[in-house]
């Protein structure tokens, strides 16, 4: 404590005392804007829009600061007429005053700085770690300070400052803040980071800051999220004699004419220029901030508060059409409790065959996404290990030409699902259901053409236990961003045919990697599943491995390859071949590329006995076209091995969550 009296006396003094007259820096950052989407949120966020900084920053003593905007560009990847709050276009200076405000009040106000004088009495803190920093002549003892809030119901800060032992000088801070800190009741968190270098072998000034701020929707429970993350590098800090007092007037932050900022000349292009950990759910620096806080403080006082909302996963709950139900119309609701207890239900009715599915589900969420639930229903299962198409293309081509990539049938049961949330860089799920599945019939009529036959399913019962692993967002794997789904799953099955239990085994594994090469990129996807334990002649067509589709096996029929066991892996090149200005009206001017997609892919089947035709290897070759914002795709493709041509055309599959 007489290290954080010295830190909150030395602030208070605004480095009056240590001969600091005043400083000037430049600073270079990106704002990025992305969009993020996913069942559990947690897929790698996508860019919207970038822009990137030149910023000069003039400080005098003993709390005067002035930065100019000299230069900025932009990129926008899709359509939005976000804009920032003016705090967020320079740095931090000063690790904030007394009371920290954020988004010119908007996002967070009136909390009290830990290292002030109303900070003494608010917050609790304990001396955890420490490091040795050495330069040629000095060495600096370095002592991380946890801060925790008296009340985390009161607008507060949770995190850890780093302070020089000698002095109580700041050399870093890292904090998030109490739910009753965030002003807007969409925000979920919002992350600071503020790093400070020594200059002169004296002064701490600023040199590296982070700020994240995330926030979602509050009418549908639409899994999505909006990020925006903040970088800035501060270099070539000068301890001068500093500007004449009458420099500092008027607002901290100005900028230069739009005709000059945009004459500044920035480096290389500005997406390549991006943080190579921007496109992450989180950064390690900024995930340990967000983890750190929760474990600090009780989750409920950083979890967002929620209220009754309509509740849907994607656009096709509310509106779909396929050729069992035809067209079928669906919503649902969903309530926090409070405490993390959550409830949601939600059903639908198909118009063609006049039947009713519902689900419900009661559970208890952490604030870190770990948790329990229970749920039941009365609804479809899709066989496959990944799905062919959008459903909202699905559902147009199912009513216009009688092409329905899914292959449904009934499930009735209930399951309790142990969530664990993030652990070892990866989310961990455990469920334990007692179902019935049962065949669905063709119900609904197309426009036009005729559909095919559903699943020929017996009727079972089954004890199931599934394990599912996944990883979508962490550190680069030989430059690569990687995510893959894993899943175990044993059943028990009973059913009328068998003298007695048959007990099936099946994993399975979907991979996505990509890496950037300047511009252009390389894709690699990997489907692939197996299963033991099945007898030759107690087939389960629900469970095979099916591959044939768009995305499993492009040029082949839809689900025409079908065994016990089988991989499809695929191998692209994007390149761009153009960029086409294009005006957004409000939203601004951007650019559309054009890029073209040349890929390969090869899928084997372990196919049954009885079915020599989907055993064995199956090339394909093709070429796909992607633009409009990297939002549509047009693929062609061949079969190689007994194919033909295909054509498809879709959105983006990082869009496929939300439709």
Same mark, same amino acid.
């Given at each position: 404590?007489?290290?954080?009296?010295a830190?909150?006396?030395?602030? +208070?003094?605004?480095?009056?005392?240590?001969?600091?007259?005043?400083?000037?820096?430049?600073?270079?950052?990106? =704002?990025?804007?992305l969009?993020?989407?996913?069942?559990?949120?947690?897929?790698?966020?996508k860019v919207?829009?970038?822009?990137?900084?030149?910023?000069?920053?003039?400080?005098?003593?003993?709390?005067?600061?002035?930065?100019?905007?000299?230069?900025?560009?932009?990129?926008l990847?899709?359509?939005?007429?976000?804009?920032?709050?003016?705090?967020?276009?320079?740095?931090?200076?000063?690790?904030?005053?007394?009371?920290?405000?954020?988004?010119?009040?908007?996002?967070?106000?009136?909390?009290?700085?830990?290292?002030s004088?109303a900070?003494?009495?608010?917050?609790?803190?304990?001396?955890?770690?420490?490091?040795?920093?050495?330069?040629?002549d000095?060495?600096?003892?370095?002592?991380?300070?946890?801060?925790?809030?008296?009340?985390?119901?009161?607008?507060?800060?949770?995190? +850890?400052?780093?302070l020089?032992?000698?002095?109580?000088?700041?050399?870093?801070?890292?904090?998030?803040?109490?739910?009753?800190?965030?002003?807007?009741?969409? =925000?979920?968190?919002?992350?600071?980071?503020?790093?400070? /270098?020594?200059?002169?072998?004296?002064?701490w000034?600023?040199?590296?800051?982070?700020?994240?701020?995330?926030?979602?929707?509050?009418w549908?429970?639409?899994?999505?999220?909006?990020?925006?993350?903040?970088?800035?590098e501060?270099?070539? +800090?000068e301890?001068?004699?500093p500007?004449?007092?009458?420099?500092?007037?008027?607002?901290?932050?100005?900028?230069?004419?739009?005709?000059?900022?945009?004459?500044?000349?920035?480096?290389?292009?500005?997406?390549?220029?991006?943080?190579?950990?921007?496109? =992450?759910?989180?950064?390690?620096?900024?995930r340990?901030?967000?983890?750190?806080?929760?474990?600090?403080?009780?989750?409920?006082?950083?979890?967002?508060?929620?209220?009754?909302?309509?509740?849907?996963?994607?656009?096709?709950?509310?509106?779909r059409?396929?050729?069992?139900? /035809?067209?079928?119309?669906?919503?649902?609701?969903?309530?926090?409790?409070?405490?993390?207890?959550?409830?949601?239900? /939600?059903?639908?009715?198909?118009?063609?065959?006049?039947?009713?599915?519902?689900?419900?589900?009661?559970?208890?969420?952490?604030?870190?996404? !770990?948790?329990?639930?229970?749920?039941?229903?009365?609804?479809?299962?899709?066989?496959?290990?990944?799905?062919?198409?959008?459903?909202?293309?699905?559902?147009?081509a199912?009513?216009?030409?009688?092409?329905?990539?899914?292959?449904?049938?009934?499930?009735r049961?209930?399951?309790?699902?142990?969530?664990?949330?993030?652990?070892?860089?990866?989310?961990?799920?455990?469920t334990?259901?007692?179902?019935?599945?049962s065949?669905?019939?063709?119900?609904?009529?197309?426009?036009?053409?005729?559909?095919?036959?559903?699943?020929?399913?017996?009727?079972l019962?089954?004890?199931?236990?599934?394990?599912?692993?996944?990883?979508?967002?962490?550190s680069?794997?030989?430059?690569?961003?990687?995510?893959?789904?894993?899943n175990?799953?044993?059943?028990r099955?009973?059913?009328?045919?068998?003298?007695?239990?048959?007990d099936?085994?099946r994993?399975?594994? !979907?991979?996505?990697?990509?890496?950037?090469?300047?511009?252009?990129?390389?894709v690699?996807?990997?489907?692939?599943?197996?299963?033991?334990?099945v007898?030759?002649?107690a087939?389960?067509?629900?469970?095979?491995?099916a591959?044939?589709?768009?995305?499993?096996?492009?040029?082949?029929?839809?689900?025409s390859?079908?065994?016990?066991?089988?991989?499809?892996?695929?191998?692209?090149?994007?390149?761009?071949?153009?960029?086409?200005p294009?005006?957004?009206?409000?939203?601004g001017?951007?650019?559309?590329?054009?890029?073209? +997609?040349?890929?390969?892919?090869l899928?084997?089947?372990?196919?049954?006995?009885?079915?020599?035709?989907?055993? /064995?290897?199956?090339? !394909?070759?093709?070429?796909?076209?992607?633009?409009?914002?990297?939002v549509?795709?047009?693929?062609?493709?061949?079969?190689?091995?007994?194919?033909?041509?295909t054509?498809?055309?879709?959105?983006?599959?990082? =869009?496929?969550p939300i439709?």
């Amino acid at each position: 404590m007489a290290l954080v009296d010295a830190a909150i006396a030395r602030r +208070a003094a605004q480095l009056a005392d240590t001969g600091l007259a005043g400083y000037k820096a430049n600073a270079h950052g990106f =704002l990025t804007f992305l969009a993020q989407m996913g069942d559990q949120l947690d897929e790698p966020p996508k860019v919207v829009r970038t822009d990137e900084l030149a910023v000069e920053v003039y400080w005098r003593a003993p709390n005067l600061s002035k930065q100019r905007i000299v230069g900025r560009r932009d990129t926008l990847l899709l359509p939005t007429d976000i804009e920032y709050h003016q705090d967020h276009l320079a740095i931090v200076q000063n690790n904030f005053p007394s009371i920290i405000r954020l988004g010119n009040g908007d996002e967070v106000q009136d909390v009290p700085h830990p290292l002030s004088a109303a900070g003494r009495a608010a917050y609790d803190f304990a001396a955890t770690d420490s490091f040795t920093m050495r330069t040629i002549d000095r060495t600096f003892e370095v002592i991380e300070v946890k801060v925790r809030p008296k009340d985390d119901r009161k607008p507060r800060a949770v995190g +850890a400052v780093y302070l020089d032992k000698s002095n109580g000088v700041v050399v870093r801070m890292a904090f998030s803040f109490t739910r009753a800190a965030l002003k807007d009741d969409q =925000l979920e968190d919002v992350s600071v980071i503020l790093e400070n /270098g020594l200059v002169a072998g004296r002064f701490w000034l600023p040199r590296r800051q982070e700020i994240e701020i995330r926030r979602t929707g509050s009418w549908m429970d639409f899994p999505v999220r909006g990020i925006i993350r903040g970088r800035w590098e501060v270099t070539d +800090a000068e301890v001068l004699e500093p500007q004449p007092a009458l420099f500092y007037a008027g607002p901290e932050v100005v900028s230069l004419p739009e005709p000059q900022l945009k004459n500044f000349k920035f480096s290389g292009d500005i997406l390549a220029s991006l943080p190579g950990d921007v496109t =992450l759910s989180a950064d390690d620096d900024v995930r340990r901030v967000q983890e750190e806080a929760r474990a600090l403080v009780r989750a409920e006082a950083l979890a967002r508060t929620q209220r009754t909302v309509p509740s849907a996963r994607g656009i096709s709950d509310i509106l779909r059409v396929n050729r069992v139900e /035809g067209i079928t119309l669906g919503g649902g609701v969903a309530r926090a409790f409070g405490g993390g207890f959550v409830a949601a239900a /939600g059903g639908r009715y198909g118009v063609s065959d006049h039947a009713i599915k519902q689900q419900w589900s009661v559970g208890w969420q952490r604030a870190d996404g !770990s948790g329990v639930s229970l749920a039941g229903y009365n609804d479809f299962r899709e066989a496959g290990d990944e799905a062919e198409v959008s459903r909202i293309r699905n559902s147009i081509a199912a009513q216009e030409f009688g092409t329905d990539l899914t292959d449904p049938f009934a499930v009735r049961g209930v399951a309790l699902t142990l969530d664990a949330g993030i652990q070892w860089g990866n989310r961990w799920k455990l469920t334990a259901a007692r179902e019935h599945e049962s065949p669905l019939g063709v119900h609904a009529q197309p426009a036009s053409g005729r559909y095919a036959p559903t699943l020929n399913v017996t009727n079972l019962d089954v004890s199931r236990v599934s394990l599912d692993v996944t990883r979508t967002s962490a550190s680069p794997i030989l430059g690569f961003s990687v995510r893959y789904a894993a899943n175990v799953t044993y059943r028990r099955i009973q059913e009328p045919r068998s003298l007695g239990n048959v007990d099936l085994g099946r994993v399975s594994l !979907s991979a996505h990697a990509e890496r950037s090469f300047g511009t252009d990129r390389l894709v690699v996807h990997t489907t692939a599943a197996a299963l033991s334990g099945v007898r030759i002649d107690a087939a389960f067509p629900q469970y095979d491995v099916a591959f044939g589709g768009p995305v499993t096996a492009p040029g082949y029929d839809f689900h025409s390859l079908r065994g016990r066991a089988g991989i499809s892996q695929h191998l692209e090149w994007q390149t761009t071949v153009a960029q086409i200005p294009v005006a957004l009206g409000r939203f601004g001017r951007s650019s559309v590329r054009l890029a073209l +997609a040349p890929w390969v892919q090869l899928t084997a089947v372990d196919g049954r006995p009885a079915d020599s035709q989907s055993r /064995g290897f199956f090339p !394909s070759v093709g070429i796909g076209a992607i633009s409009l914002f990297d939002v549509l795709r047009v693929d062609i493709g061949r079969g190689l091995k007994n194919g033909r041509w295909t054509f498809a055309f879709d959105v983006t599959r990082d =869009l496929w969550p939300i439709l």
